[in-house]
């Protein structure tokens, strides 16, 4: 079976999940299979190629358990981007919009150097809200994003177009697109 199929196969629908109307990715059985989480961790890491990212942000919190195997083949660090409330010092933080409400993401000041390469990880692109609003708190901390990787897009809800529009030139890497 090829990486495609493997991912794809490891990829759970749970329809009204969290509320009704909306189909749930679960990707539990995908990280509970150690070939379908390596060969996607490494197939991150090729397509950015090692030496091109000082650090991986991972998103709250799925974005976390992809994003560390990935800065530790990098050979890069690790900047958690975290729910309110979670982060001990100093913070910039940025609101977005969900269908219904707002969401805020937040990353301490010194997370990063000035200038610093980074590549955002998380597990589904799905609008690109939480995307976009991680890439902002990427450049208020003084570093430049250079790519996002999501294990899987959900196309139909246009997120690589909205990132794109607020992120031109970063490259946004889907493993499965749906
Ligand atoms: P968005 O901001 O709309 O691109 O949503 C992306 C975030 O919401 C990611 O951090 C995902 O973990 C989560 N998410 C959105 N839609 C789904 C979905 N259908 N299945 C699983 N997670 C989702």
Redesign the pocket.
Known sequence: MDLDALLRSRVVDVPDFPLPG?????ISPLLADHVAFAGAVDAVVAHHGRGTIDKVVG?EA??FILAAPVAYHFGAGFVPVRKPGKLPLATHEEQ?S?EYGTNVLQVHQDAFAPGDRVLIV??????????AAAARLVETAGAEVVGLSVLLE?EF?G?RVAFTEQQPGVDVHALLTY
Do not use: N, Q, S
């Open positions: 909306v189909v749930f990715k679960d998103i799925r974005g977005y969900l998380d597990d589904v692109l799905a609008t690109g809200g939480t995307a959900l809800l997120g």
